[in-house]
């Protein structure tokens, strides 16, 4: 099996959500979870779609965190936004000697009162390839699946 890597990394303490993201992922993985968890709010609400019931409080999102910290398993970016209050980004999930991936994204969002993170949404993709549902959409609609850009402010609410 794998063997736990040290992982060494200068502590800091970015504010923007996009930043800490970075750091989570590109600098701490791995290492101390204490100190991923310093960017949690008491009152985090983390919901991952892998799973029926959302964590609750950083008492539960550190069981998670965890139980999905072991030898061989690493969580790698993609693309992240520059966003200051929320983030989303795109990663992968790659276990040491198997050959395929696994894809998702999330979404991190910072309370205004405590700088620190209050909701995470993560979204794999689908096991099934390609998703059927997408596929049958395709069909009978061809354009779906094609997007083109929003001009900025023509949604009503929209920023």
Do not use: H
């Not at 609400?45 to 550190?62: C, H, I, Q, S, W």
């Amino acid at each position: 099996g794998a063997e736990k890597k040290e992982v060494i990394f200068e502590r800091r303490t970015p504010r923007d959500a996009s930043d800490i993201a970075r750091y989570l992922f590109d600098e701490v993985q791995g290492g101390d979870i204490e100190e991923g968890m310093r960017f949690f709010d008491e009152g985090i609400f983390y919901r991952d779609f892998n799973f029926e019931e959302p964590l609750r409080g950083k008492a539960e999102v550190k069981q998670f965190i965890e139980d999905f910290s072991f030898p061989g398993i690493t969580f790698r970016l993609q693309k992240v936004d520059d966003g200051v209050m929320s983030t989303s980004f795109c990663w992968e999930v790659v276990l040491e000697g198997a050959s395929d991936t696994i894809k998702g994204l999330s979404l991190y969002s910072l309370s205004e009162e405590t700088g620190l993170i209050e909701y995470v949404r993560d979204v794999p993709e689908s096991a099934i390839k390609p998703p059927i549902l997408g596929k049958l959409a395709r069909q009978v609609r061809p354009g779906l699946g094609t997007f083109t850009g929003v001009k900025l402010g023509s949604r009503e609410g929209g920023k």
